[in-house]
């Protein structure tokens, strides 16, 4: 970090970023607006759905202990089926319990945060020699295993990551569902993958999670065994 700059200021160096704020700072305040939250001080969370492709953002207001739903984004585009990735160009979109790890305002792809693919349970469940990385939301609107948003919403995006870095929160959480997994989801999924039954205990061991937010609207800490099995701690 430059010293006596916020990590804001730093991303604003940034044309790209400069931009993304010039432009859509004032769209993204108001979708604040429009659910009555705060903008100042929030925490942020992003829930992806793949058979949906969509993209949920949530938002913790400064104070509170639970999260409220500020706006849904569309995938624009999609590659492979519903299951985790397990391997380097597979061009599977993964599942699980990730993090921004990454704010790359230089990408390729116009603007691009990055999750910790692989994490442990990836290392443990996928191919131990290439199980590939750099899976990124971004813009553009091709895929072979991130999620696109577009030019246009990826800027959104990126400044509601920026916002919330830049209010101190150090872990950004990004969970990544085939579905969401209600009562019954997960059985109706199963049926062309009834020979993959680590598939299906996969998704099994996502399902709590999931249940967990919807009911309780709270991040709560997530561990891995070694069998490569989330778990709410």
Known sequence: MIQGLSFKKIQLLNVRVKTAYDEKEKVVEGYFH???????GFQLFIMGFKREQKLEVWINEKGKDTY????????CSSSGTLGPKRKEGDLQIPEGIYEINHFNPESNFYLSLGINYPNKADKILGD???????IYIHGNCVTIG???ITDEKIKELYVLAVEARNNGQKKIPVYIFPDRLDAGVIEKLSLPYLADQALIQFWKSLQPVYADFKSTKKVKDIVVNDQGVYSLR
């Open 146 to 148: 991130c999620i696109p």
């Open 128 to 134: 131990p020699n290439h199980p590939g990385s750099s």
């Open 34 to 40: 429009e659910k009555k939250l705060s903008y100042a």
């Open 68 to 75: 409220s739903l500020l706006h849904v984004y569309d995938f």
